[in-house]
């Protein structure tokens, strides 16, 4: 237990002395996000390379506390390649379709070195599709939920601290060392990123982010106690797919590409609704933990009380889609 909070605690300290020095280099080089006045409000400039902190601070809490394994190294090589990815999309010389096609072959490296799903009664190559779609998709969710300060970081830390509790219960200790490392790092870039945001975690960060989480779910267990627990993962990252799925949804509604940029988030929507920024991130991550508790509590459940446990999140994401829909976002 020890080692796990050491994981955690330097990730951590390390974010908050990198994440400075990435915010002054960001704005050395000019790679800095400015005000559009549509999706993009902020009073100034504010710099990205925010994810690279966070990156380099988890990489090396990883590299000081236990020997990579075949699924580490491929973890860490698929999240650099999205890493990289992120990068030069910060740039903005990237469009949708190569940044997704960037997207699948990273997914296609941490397949190949054994992080998939395992579903026994399903071939293997389904298994490799759905887990190139699930790391594809996570992605997305996290990239597209970076639209607000502290937004993504935060609740990407709730996911992650909930996981590293499944994997410590399992007895998975490098799994739990691998959230509470990632957690550890976001936590500390909070500090910076929590509104009024000194910097962004960027393309960089999100991809990254998104990418190692997807990923880490796919190694996890969660079917000792009944076979729903296999989508555990799905109840503990609601926030990030609900979004994705609720913004998808808008866009096609109104014939516009799901890969193209809109005012349709969920908390966009909220504080048009009536929450400030700093209410409605804090109410983000309200949400994200008692879906952790959820997941938790579908962990030791029956098949039948962990699917009533789904059924009853399934119809409050109804409901709330339904709220949301119903905000002018024009006016």
Not at 216 to 239: D, E, F, K, M, Q
Not at 246 to 255: E, L, N, T
Request: hydrophobic share 55%.
């Amino acid at each position: 237990m020890i080692l796990y909070l050491l994981c955690f605690l330097l990730a951590c300290l390390l974010s908050v002395y990198l994440t400075p020095l990435m915010r002054q280099a960001a704005l050395s080089f000019g790679i800095v996000d400015k005000p559009d006045g549509r999706l993009k409000n902020q009073a100034e400039p504010v710099p990205y390379l925010g994810g690279l902190a966070v990156y380099i601070a988890f990489l090396v809490t990883l590299a000081f506390t236990f020997t990579f394994d075949r699924e580490v190294l491929g973890l860490l090589l698929g999240g650099t390649l999205l890493l990289l990815l992120g990068l030069v999309d910060d740039f903005g010389v990237l469009s949708p379709k190569v940044k997704l096609m960037g997207q699948f072959l990273a997914a296609f490296v941490m397949v190949k070195a054994g992080i998939k799903v395992q579903i026994v009664f399903l071939p293997d190559l389904v298994n490799i599709i759905l887990s190139a779609f699930w790391i594809v998709a996570v992605t997305n969710a996290f990239n597209i939920i970076d639209i607000m300060d502290g937004l993504a970081a935060g609740v990407a830390s709730v996911c992650c601290l909930v996981l590293s509790y499944v994997a410590i219960v399992n007895g998975r200790p490098v799994i739990a060392m691998m959230t509470l490392s990632l957690a550890g790092a976001m936590i500390g870039f909070l500090r910076y990123n929590f509104s009024p945001a000194k910097i962004y975690l960027g393309d960089t960060g999100s991809l990254f982010i998104g990418c190692m989480i997807a990923s880490i779910c796919l190694i996890g267990s969660y079917t000792a106690h009944n076979r729903i627990g296999i989508l555990i993962p799905v109840v503990v990252l609601g926030v990030p797919l609900f979004d994705m799925l609720f913004v998808s949804y808008i866009r096609w509604r109104r014939g516009m590409s799901i890969l193209l940029g809109s005012p349709d988030h969920f908390a966009l929507r909220l504080r048009k609704w009536r929450l400030t920024t700093r209410q409605t991130v804090l109410c983000s991550y309200g949400l994200s933990a008692l879906l952790g508790v959820a997941g938790i509590l579908m962990l030791y459940a029956s098949d039948l009380q962990a699917l009533m446990i789904l059924a009853g999140i399934t119809l409050l994401g109804l409901g709330l889609g339904y709220f949301l829909k119903k905000i002018d976002m024009t006016m």
